[in-house]
C-alpha cells in the first residue's frame, strides 16, 4: 500500500523560503508523476506544480508559482519535493502531494482529477 507523507510545512514571513519534502512509502514510485496541490480556507484546491515520471525532466506549474516554487525528486530517496521562495501571504495554504501512475496529462492532474495517491497535507502559513 503506497502512502504519501509530508513534511516541513510552518510559518515563515513574507519575502521568505521554505522547502517541503513528500516521502513516499510501499513501492517505488519512479514511474509516476508526482506533483504538490495546495487548498486555502473557502478557497478551491489549486494545483503547485507537477514532475515528470522516471528522471523528472519535465516540470509543470500552476499559473503563480512559476519563477518562485521548485519541483524535484530524488527517485533513490522515493521522495518529492517544492522549494518556495519569495513567499507571500496568499501563499498560505495546506500543502498536499499527489501521485499517480504514468505521465502528466495536463487536463486531469491541473484539476486534481482521479489521482490515485494523496498526502494528507502540510501547512504553510506566510505572516508577519
Known amino acids: 500500500q503506497v502512502q504519501l507523507a509530508e513534511s516541513g510545512g510552518g510559518l515563515v514571513q513574507p519575502g521568505g523560503s521554505l522547502r517541503l519534502s513528500c516521502e513516499a512509502s510501499g513501492r517505488s514510485l519512479s514511474d509516476h508523476t508526482m506533483g504538490w496541490f495546495r487548498q486555502a480556507p473557502g478557497k478551491e484546491r489549486e494545483f503547485v506544480a507537477g514532475?515528470?515520471?522516471?528522471?523528472?525532466?519535465?516540470?509543470y506549474y500552476g499559473d503563480s508559482m512559476e519563477g518562485r516554487f521548485t519541483i524535484s525528486r530524488d527517485n533513490a530517496k522515493n521522495t518529492v519535493d517544492l522549494q518556495m521562495n519569495s513567499l507571500k501571504p496568499e501563499d498560505t495554504a495546506v500543502y498536499y502531494c499527489?501521485?499517480?501512475?504514468?505521465?502528466?496529462?495536463?487536463?486531469?492532474?491541473?484539476?486534481?482529477?482521479?489521482?490515485?495517491?494523496w498526502g494528507p497535507g502540510t501547512q504553510v502559513t506566510v505572516s508577519s
Open positions: 499527489a501521485a499517480n501512475p504514468g505521465p502528466f496529462r495536463s487536463p486531469f492532474w491541473r484539476r486534481g482529477e482521479g489521482l490515485e495517491y
Open positions: 514532475i515528470s515520471r522516471w528522471g523528472g525532466g519535465s516540470t
